[in-house]
């Protein structure tokens, strides 16, 4: 049985305090074999390096959310020192959105690309946030794409044009719970346009559950809905879409698989 890896978490939220080797248990016992930690400021991004080091099925990602930049300016140097962790995967998730417009557009543009900087300079891909901002989050990673060694479009939202662009630019397409929402034709047709090679799962959690926990906590097990779904889109076994979606996490993000 070879382990899915959810490629999104965020297990500090505190609905999931005091809970953690119990998220992990329920996730293995479902098949999800390790989860990709993802920071939105300092203090999580700490977080995500210290459930690494607490769990082995964790691996940690460290940046500034674009919903989270207030403190950003006098954080960066803490940031950058912990991007130089050799646990740390990638750099993420960093982005724009332009749907909470919490900060000015031209910030969120300069503070994106900045932390594209510090990706670029650590040679380490980086986990992209874009809401409701396509435009604009393609025009930076059309300049972008070419200094950096990959990234994956979380939680993709976008069009197949969108998609088709950014796939040639190297990233990596990530889908999410709204795979399977009944609504989410569009997207289960990108999904099905991807390459197999190219795609990844995740839960968001604890945001998004899939339809089958819809308005529930979502939480790593549950990343398996997405990985049926996908495989029913593609006409292949469940055990072949958790091998491939499983080998390009690990592509990506350089994981060492043991
Ligand atoms: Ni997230």
């Known amino acids: 049985m070879v382990g899915l890896i959810d490629s999104h978490v965020h297990l500090d939220d505190k609905r999931f305090a005091g809970e953690i080797p119990q998220l992990i248990d329920r996730a293995k016992k479902a098949g999800v074999a390790e989860m990709i930690q993802i920071g939105i400021d300092l203090r999580t991004s700490k977080i995500a390096i210290e459930l690494s080091e607490k769990h082995p099925e964790i691996y940690p990602v460290v940046g500034f959310h674009p919903n989270e930049l207030a403190s950003y300016e006098d954080h960066e140097e803490k940031l950058i020192e912990l991007a130089q962790g050799e646990e740390v995967v990638a750099i993420g998730e960093i982005g724009l959105d332009y749907h909470w417009d919490k900060y000015s557009r031209e910030k969120q543009k300069e503070l994106f690309l900045r932390q594209i900087d510090i990706a670029k300079n650590l040679n380490k891909p980086i986990v992209i946030h874009n809401r409701d901002a396509h435009q604009d ?3 930076i990673l059309r300049q972008e794409h070419k200094y950096l060694p990959g990234g994956v479009l979380h939680c993709f939202s976008g069009s197949w044009e969108m998609a088709k662009m950014c796939l040639r630019w190297g990233f990596y397409i990530s889908f999410a719970g709204p795979l399977t929402f009944p609504k989410s034709n569009k997207l289960r047709e990108i999904a099905t346009n991807v390459p197999n090679d190219r795609v990844l799962i995740e839960t968001d959690c604890p945001y998004l559950a899939p339809q089958a ?4 906590r979502n939480e790593p097990a549950y990343v398996v809905e ?9 006409g292949l076994d469940y055990q072949e879409v958790a091998r491939l979606t499983r080998e390009n996490t690990i592509r ?4 060492k698989d043991d």
Do not use: C, Y
């Open 252 to 255: 990506l993000f350089n994981l």
């Open 226 to 234: 997405q990985a049926k779904m996908l495989a029913q889109l593609k």
């Open 213 to 216: 926990f819809r308005g529930k």
């Open 137 to 139: 989050t393609m025009d």
